[in-house]
């Protein structure tokens, strides 16, 4: 999905494909992390994992946004905003207000979950913790072994307990995951077992790239890779 259009083009599209939603709840669960909770006629929109919403954040930009939770019978879905800088998409997320209505699309993309596959990883940041409360509840259901990795700045490090997240480890942005040994010596390669996981990699594209040529010179071949961000770069 391109990130910017005309505005004409940008009202009709939402004519066509836009599903309008209005918010009920918003709270900050840190100064940078922002939970809103919507309300619509969500029953015909195609949930999962590793699908994302389109919301349209000015009169001619658009991002890509993980719906965190859905529940169809009631018509609510939460998504959680990464603030940061000053881009057009924070500062959408931090003018919304209970009564704000928008238009949403339905989720598309790539699923990224292998329900058949024994053990999951999950590794991503901030703007990946809406995908990793998403995930959580098929993890429990279908009894996997997982772990969650993420790398977050300090004010965040609470942020995962509050969302009620399991198994997972907090790790400083300090670059480390940028650099092959560092991530070749973590404990998650002292198991075999672990090499045949299934892998789903997201946020910061240069620590997912690392990452990722890691993992394959491990001999890992279920591998899910998608770069959320990249710094300097717009609308990615």
Known sequence: MISTIPKWAGELLESVVGQRAEVIHATYLSPYL??????????????????????????IEYRNYTIAYHDIRTGILDIIF????????????????????????SPRGRKVYQQKIKHQFFFGDETSLGLACSLLPMLKQNKHLFQFYLELDDENKEVPALLGLENYQIFPKDGSFSQEKWIADLPLFYDEEWLDAS????????????????LKNKGAKRISAQGYWLQGKKGL
């Open 34 to 59: 922002k939970k809103v909770r919507f309300r619509s006629n969500i029953a015909h929109m195609n949930f999962q994992i590793g699908y994302a919403s389109v919301i349209r954040v000015n009169d």
């Open 82 to 105: 990464h603030l940061h800088d000053n881009g057009p998409g924070s500062q959408y997320a931090h003018s919304l207000n209970i009564g704000d209505q928008l238009y949403i699309s």
């Open 199 to 214: 892998y789903i990699l997201v946020g910061n594209v240069i620590s997912i790239q690392t990452f990722r040529k890691v």
